[in-house]
DNA sequence: AATTTTACTTCAAAAATTGAAGTAAGTTGC
DNA sequence: GCAACTTACTTCAATTTTTGAAGTAAAATT
């Protein structure tokens, strides 16, 4: 019956993208037990890949207006995303590439903006003088902080009860498979 | 007892963003019921948007490699992108700026690297001369197939049982409220 | 018929991203 | 202990993507 509906759930109009029901082959042939309603509509990899690209996109002018009210105009959304990808910890440049899975060269370019704009402060590591340290200044954190403050209003919207709380979570976590699946096919193939 | 571990939850280790608990107030102050495991984490609109931003990354790099395999060198991912917003209808430049969140004259740009390239065709609407139809060609519903069905495999990956999928869909429509709550705010104010 | 609005396009500039090459500090093998 | 290799970045020169202001032509409005 869960299986019945999951595999008409293949032909239905939501989907933008189209897509084959051998795509989701365990689906027709695994029995489970449920304790929710079940969905008709089957989400592939490609409406999701959509959705991020329009919702980051939104998120980044949402973002850039928010740092306009604020009166910044040295730094744009992207160097305010790497600052709080920093958050209020001292690490390298090694380890904030792989917090936000920057390249190299484009991590440089950014940090030396915030470094020109006093937003960080970069002191070379003793133990190993190959690599920068990398921390916010006053001025950072308070950018940060003026951030998260804006961002509060959003929080409350999003997250009105237990219930918003748990959707956010499980998006959250379903990003993070996402990550980790897309990055290792792009490292090792698929 | 779910109150006092959602709120004990706004101090835990996972976040890294930190953030307030009066940025969530309905949560302490509501009662209810639920059927399901209660989570330790509170997932910020922040945090989100800087998974968002890595995923959508990743994204884009897995479309380049998957793109270079099947030869395409005229067009890059964002147009490949706007490819698979097209889709299998015949719509205006102003739905597909609809569709993905466009800004016109970018969308007006890659339509006419698309054009060049032969993926789309656009036909000036005889109801409406002002309104160009954009349409796919044999070759832009080619690429999108090809593209659609490398992403077979990512489905298969990522959409293994019901759980998946569920999943899968929490996230997606949690998105969407993302996209509309940060859009509307870019418009009206929050 | 004049004005305004809509639906786009064009262009120039800025921002973001990539990739190749470079540098300096560590590490390893002999 | 020193040559060769690796690591941890930075720099630079493209390329790609995105923006914003201005333009055009058709439709709608007054």
Redesign the interface.
Known sequence: M?QKL?HEGVEVETS?????A??????TA?K?G???P??T???????????????????A???R?EMTKLGIEDVGPAQA?VL??I??VELSVGELLDR???VGSNISYYLKQLGDGGYIDRVASQRDKRSARIRLTEKGEQLCAN??NA?????????????D???????????????L???N??RYG?
């Open positions: 869960i999951l933008i993208d189209g897509y084959k051998a795509d989701f082959p365990e689906i695994e489970q449920h304790k929710r079940v969905h509509v089957v989400v592939t990899h490609f409406e999701l890949a959509r959705m991020i690209e329009r919702v980051n996109r939104r998120f002018s949402l973002l207006t995303m709080m990808a958050g209020d936000g899975h920057y951030l998260r961002g509060g209003a959003y929080n409350r919207v999003l997250a009105r009860d237990a219930d709380l748990r959707n956010l979570e499980i998006a959250f976590q379903t990003l993070h498979r996402l990550e699946v897309w990055g096919a792009a698929i």
